[in-house]
């Protein structure tokens, strides 16, 4: 079953949105080199009581911290802690979530640590987010889900190729919705699978969470003995980047960017729904 949302409950989820884009901007000043990932955590702890928020993911099947924190060849579920010392040229994705009033927000980025990142790093992170920007675009009343997953692939595959070459699409893991809870139908794929139909269309209230993850190798993974930690196969670097969508009446919102998605969405050709809190 897919939730569909109220516009009043749409507006309680971009509370929750905005004070995940807080935690992006507090966690991306602190990735400097020096910094443990358990120091980003914390930040992301104050953020969340300075809203009087909740974290959606502290706890949530036993994981441990506040975000995921995932270095270099980690995909995603990184667990912070001491040990994980970033340093420069390392990339990072982090991953962060937030419940206001039962609730939820989540959104991932992925930052570079220092200076003298590669060009093919840098490239890599690009396309990344780039291709979530084409998910979100394609969030249209009277499309279907397959047709995010498609604007996803499409614009993955129609990069030129890295040295390594091609980009790892990482199938294991994908996009969800999203709204009472954190994790909810329908799973969302970052590429077509024509086993898996067109899926649900999409209509006003749908809410999704778009979250391409690409790596510079395979798209084969394996989870560490932590039973969170993924990485890839053949520890490529990868990049992973998320927004929290919900479409309206009048188009998408995108809930965890502080304009609502109004600025890359015109690059698509897309107006952007008006801000309920605005």
Not at 10 to 34: D, F, S
Not at 75 to 99: C, F, N, R, Y
Request: overall charge negative; some cysteine.
């Amino acid at each position: 079953m897919v939730e569909i949302k109220t516009p009043e409950q749409i507006a309680k989820m971009r509370e929750a949105g905005l004070v995940v884009a807080a935690i992006h901007a507090a966690t991306r000043e602190a990735a400097v080199p020096g910094a443990t990932t358990r120091d980003l955590d914390e930040v992301a702890r104050k953020v969340i009581a300075e809203h009087g928020a909740k974290s959606n993911f502290l706890g949530y099947g036993g994981f441990p911290a506040t975000i995921c924190t995932s270095v270099n060849e980690v995909v995603v579920h990184g667990i912070p802690d001491e040990k994980t010392v970033l340093k420069d040229g390392d990339i990072i994705s982090i991953d962060a979530g937030a419940i206001v009033d039962g609730w939820h927000g989540d959104a991932a980025f992925t930052a570079f640590v220092g200076t003298g990142h590669a060009p093919e790093l840098i490239e890599l992170s690009r396309v990344t987010e780039e291709s979530m920007w084409a998910g979100i675009a394609a969030v249209r009343n009277g499309n279907r889900l397959v047709d995010i997953s498609k604007a996803i692939e499409g614009y993955i595959r129609r990069q030129p190729r890295p040295s390594s070459g091609k980009y790892g699409i990482i199938e294991d893991y994908g996009g969800h919705g999203i709204g009472s809870e954190m994790h909810m139908d329908p799973h969302l794929l970052n590429y077509v699978s024509r086993k898996r139909g067109k899926g649900p269309k999409l209509v006003p209230g749908f809410c999704i969470a778009i979250e391409p993850m690409v790596s510079l190798g395979t798209a084969k993974t394996h989870v560490l003995a932590d039973d969170w930690t993924v990485l890839t196969d053949d520890k490529s670097w990868s990049s992973h980047w998320e927004h929290s969508v919900a479409l309206t009446e009048q188009g998408p919102l995108v809930l965890t960017a502080v304009d609502g998605g109004r600025a890359k969405l015109a690059e698509y050709g897309v107006t952007a729904a008006p801000d309920p809190l605005a």
